[in-house]
């Protein structure tokens, strides 16, 4: 059975760093593009950053370029997501999802509150 | 970057009919070297991920009542709910895989009636 779990919300202050996690289980993690897609509250969905199979292309979306940092370990089937920077914006849940053209499983979600 | 229009908003049905939501592209998002709509479909309830639903346009994911359908084809979309049951209410979402960066419709809003 295919997994994601993320890890790693939390409340952080304007200008705070968090990293986040996404463990992966029940299929090959190498072998997947992944995503982080993100969702304000009460809001829609907004990708974040992607990263392919072997790490080599990344992607991020002009709102978080600069400021995140996408990765991932395939030897422990983990994604992560590094935050500097924070902003009130970037308050959201935060979705780890697989993908394979479009997105077949999604994590539960990580939120992330910035606020002082 | 395609942008992705759902319409309507929100969208209130009694049971048992049917529920019409509608997705429009900036652009197609027929591959014509393959024929197929990268254009897929996401139901999320409250507290919950998205979950699949439809994906080139028209194929049920495994396990979708078949009282959902997707149609369309080029740069207008479709989803239907056939007959509506307490369980369908959600937000749904349209989505964009033919070009990077992916990108979703506003969301529309389900309840019933």
């Known amino acids: 059975e295919v997994q994601l779990v993320e890890s790693g919300g939390d409340l952080v202050q304007p200008g705070g760093s968090l990293r986040l996690s996404c463990t992966a289980s029940?299929?090959?993690?190498?072998?997947?593009?992944m995503y982080w897609v993100r969702q304000a509250p009460g809001k829609g969905l907004v990708w974040v950053s992607r990263?392919?199979?072997?790490?080599?292309?990344?992607n991020y979306a002009d709102s978080v370029e600069g400021r995140f940092t996408i990765s991932r370990d395939n030897a422990k089937n983990t994604l992560y997501l590094q935050m500097n920077s924070l902003s009130a914006e970037d308050t959201a849940v935060y979705y780890c999802?697989?993908?394979?053209?479009?997105?077949?499983?999604w994590g539960q979600g990580t939120l992330v509150t910035v606020s002082s | 970057d395609i942008v992705m229009t759902q319409s309507p908003d929100s969208l209130a049905v009694s049971l048992g009919e049917r529920a019409t939501i509608n997705c429009k592209s900036s652009?197609?998002?027929?591959?014509?070297?393959?024929?197929?709509?990268?254009l897929v479909w996401y139901q999320q309830k409250p507290g919950q991920p998205p979950k699949l639903l439809i994906y080139?346009?028209?194929t049920r994911e495994s396990g979708v009542p078949d009282r959902f359908s997707g149609s369309g084809s080029g740069t207008d979309f479709t989803l239907t709910i056939s007959s509506l049951q307490a369980e369908d209410v959600a937000v749904y979402y349209c989505?964009?895989?033919?070009?990077?960066?992916?990108?979703f419709g506003q969301g529309t809003r389900l309840e019933i009636k």
């Open positions: 990263i392919n199979g072997d790490g080599t292309t990344i």
């Open positions: 999802a697989r993908t394979n053209y479009f997105f077949d499983y």
């Open positions: 989505q964009q895989y033919y070009s990077s960066p992916i990108t």
């Open positions: 652009q197609s998002v027929l591959y014509s070297s393959n024929n197929k709509n990268y």
């Open positions: 080139w346009a028209s």
């Open positions: 029940g299929f090959t993690f190498s072998s997947y593009w």
